[in-house]
């Protein structure tokens, strides 16, 4: 037992130098990406360096999660490659220490590594990513919100669908509006111009066509006022739609996912991100499940590392952005399109695992 703890610790110690090195590697050059892309704020715009430091600062959290399993995996890699290429990796199997008891110690830091991607989704990269847009838009475009929105559709219970062109917030006005009502009495209303409470609109001077089972015109009466009772506050609608999903946590997500699911409006981008989330948090687990039996085919050492971590993160990365762009478009149910990648990168590594510890 005494023995087992010194090689825990050793091998932690083998995994954290490669790991903090890849890490930092890797921040520096997302950074300095972003860094040229914002060359053209410092150019042209003439925005102060100091604006442009700040809007790196809230680059850096995102950065950071995306980096966390992509250094797991090289840390995987090198650590255990470095043992197999000094035969000290034999003489541990020799001394009857199986090859899954070994990475022990990486799967609980891979752990920890995804308790940390996780918080820091929930906790820290939603309002960082607010803070860049609002910086973007309000300081350096000087793009202020208007409180106008346009193309707003709802369902109102289950059988009143509204729709308006323009919705002015602040001066509570609505535009070209049109509300198609179902049930016993088919109706259609449309108004040019109106206005709105909490939970009711008032439209001005309109239609109300009324038609028949066979969706048949059969009446049209003018109105100069009509009140409709919404029977929800619907500017919660614009006003979650005004934040992207990378400035939500799952828990507003969720909140977004039912208010829209509840008025008929289509969320499978939103379910797409929502389950995201907890999906890119799981990775440094599933890179440790691969990239440790991978580790220990090859004694080319760094080299091997290196090109086989590169491999692993396009194959992975690449099947990730099909799934998701096809559940967000509704081709794949949206839970299967976010795990997909997981499952199949995971059962890869599950299965070389399993082959490595019983049968090499």
């Not at 932690?12 to 890849?22: A, C, G, N, Q, T």
């Not at 760094?302 to 992975?316: D, Q, W």
């Not at 478009?329 to 070389?352: I, R, S, T």
């Amino acid at each position: 037992m005494k023995g087992l703890k010194i090689v825990d610790r050793y091998l932690v110690l083998e995994f954290l130098k490669p790991f903090l090195y890849s890490l930092a590697a890797l921040v520096i050059v997302m950074l300095s990406g972003y860094l040229f892309q914002l060359t053209d704020f410092i150019i042209i715009r003439e925005v102060p360096l100091q604006l442009v430091a700040r809007l790196l600062s809230y680059r850096l959290p995102p950065i950071i999660v995306q980096s966390i399993a992509i250094a797991v995996l090289l840390a995987t890699i090198l650590s255990l490659g470095r043992l197999v290429k000094d035969n000290e990796l034999s003489a541990l199997q020799m001394g009857g220490i199986s090859f899954i008891r070994l990475i022990y110690p990486l799967l609980v830091l891979a752990i920890v590594a995804s308790s940390i991607i996780y918080g820091l989704n929930e906790r820290v990269v939603p309002q960082a990513n607010t803070n860049y847009q609002r910086i973007v838009k309000e300081e350096i475009y000087q793009d202020q919100e208007s409180g106008v929105y346009t193309d707003l559709l709802f369902r109102g219970g289950e059988e009143q669908y509204f729709y308006a062109g323009e919705v002015d917030d602040q001066e509570q006005q609505l535009k070209w509006v049109m509300i198609y009502q179902q049930g016993e009495e088919k109706r259609i209303i449309t108004a040019k111009a109106g206005s709105f409470t909490e939970d009711s609109w008032l439209l001005e001077e309109g239609l109300i066509s009324e038609l028949d089972a066979d969706d048949y015109l059969v009446k049209e009466e003018v109105f100069k006022g009509l009140e409709i009772e919404v029977g929800r506050d619907f500017r919660q609608f614009y006003r979650y739609d005004s934040r992207q999903p990378s400035e939500m946590n799952r828990k507003q997500l969720r909140e977004q996912i039912d208010l829209f699911t509840e008025a008929g409006i289509d969320t499978n981008q939103l379910v797409v991100e929502y389950h995201f989330k907890l999906a890119e948090a799981i990775l440094p687990l599933i890179f440790v499940l691969v990239g440790a039996p991978l580790s220990v085919g090859s004694e080319k050492g760094r080299l091997f590392g290196i090109i086989a971590s590169i491999i692993i993160i396009f194959i992975y990365f690449a099947v990730v952005s099909i799934f998701r762009s096809l559940g967000g478009n509704g081709v794949v149910e949206p839970f299967l399109a976010v795990w997909f990648p997981n499952l199949l990168v995971g059962g890869v590594g599950v299965y070389l695992l399993l082959r490595e510890n019983y049968f090499s």
